[in-house]
């Protein structure tokens, strides 16, 4: 699975950081490096709805502090 988080200037300011470190200590944590590619992209073009990212086309929406509870919930249920 490839998952990539938007770093552009919007979804920066909003904590895209947060949610890369939040996503790559869960991938270390649950040693899902063999599974789950880690990207990034320029703006998805959703900027009001940042922090964007891109799951096998589909772009979804995430804070620093949701970052977590999607990991477990969308990304550990779709492996
Ligand atoms: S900066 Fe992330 S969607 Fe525009």
Do not use: P
Not at 67 to 79: R, T, Y
């Amino acid at each position: 699975m490839k998952i990539t988080v938007c770093v552009g200037s919007s979804c920066h300011v909003k904590g895209s950081k947060a949610v890369v470190d939040t996503f790559k200590r869960l991938i270390e944590e649950k040693n899902l490096q063999d599974k789950i590619e880690l990207g990034g992209t320029f703006c998805l073009g959703k900027c009001q709805d940042g922090v964007c990212l891109e799951i096998e086309g589909k772009v979804y929406s995430v804070t620093g502090e949701t970052a977590e509870k999607f990991f477990e919930e969308e990304v550990m249920g779709a492996l």
